[in-house]
């Protein structure tokens, strides 16, 4: 049964500091991994996909890694602004490829002005 | 990326009537998916929902309690049946992107059950 942790939980950081937020699975065999913000009260926003044979996808101050192989993920996220505040949603997807996403509990990032 | 929206955004209900969410999508998808967060949890899956056929369930999840429509490719319901205060949660829709694999998710439905 697959399971996907996150930690930390809770972080607090200054504005522009570089971050990581770490994610990891205990099925190696995955389809891809997605990454979500959820602001409060809100749904998800989709922040960045990476197919299984993908190593690490790129948007703007934010990368996500993939290590299939050790089932980790991480969320680089830099030059941080307040406006980063969120919880942020690990999400693997099984390889099945029935649809289903597995979350993680979430980290929740709060950017100190 | 697919634009999703929910109906309704918020609602508070009392235990033992039923409410019915929809979720309507801007292109036609194959399938669609309905998940739930508890409060301070992450998010689980209900259901899937394909056009034509009966949805498929979850682990814990009956048709019973949560029944589901998919009458068109770009359109679904889910009814949240003889509700108890447990059931107060986020519901969200999601549709997967064909072409890449990615999940969009629609606003979500606020339920508060007294």
């Known amino acids: 049964k697959q399971e996907v942790t996150q930690i930390p939980a809770a972080l607090s950081v200054p504005e522009g500091e570089n971050l990581v937020l770490n994610c990891s699975f205990t099925d190696s065999a995955i389809y891809n991994l997605q990454w979500f913000r959820q602001d409060p009260g809100k749904g998800l926003t989709s922040l960045l996909l990476i197919q299984s044979s993908q190593r690490e996808q790129t948007s703007g101050r934010l990368n996500a890694s993939l290590d299939k192989s050790s089932g980790r993920s991480t969320l680089y996220i830099a030059a941080s602004q307040p406006g980063d505040s969120a919880t942020y949603l690990c999400a693997v997807h099984g390889s099945s490829n029935t649809g289903k996403l597995i979350f993680g509990q979430g980290t929740t990032l709060q950017v100190k002005p | 990326s697919a634009v999703i929206s929910q109906k309704p955004s918020r609602d508070i209900c009392q235990r033992g009537t039923s409410l019915t969410i929809q979720c309507q999508v801007d292109s036609q998808v194959t399938m669609m998916f309905w998940y739930r967060q508890q409060p301070g949890q992450s998010l689980t899956l209900i259901a899937t929902?394909?056009?034509?056929?009966?949805?498929?369930?979850e682990s814990g999840f009956v048709i019973d309690k949560f029944p589901i429509s998919r009458p068109n490719l770009t359109f679904s319901t889910l009814t949240v049946s003889n509700m108890s205060p447990e059931d107060s949660s986020i519901y969200l829709c999601?549709?997967?992107?064909?072409?890449?694999?990615?999940?969009?998710f629609g606003p979500g439905t606020r339920l508060l059950v007294l």
């Open positions: 999601s549709v997967e992107d064909s072409l890449g694999g990615t999940q969009y």
């Open positions: 929902a394909n056009q034509g056929s009966e949805a498929t369930y």
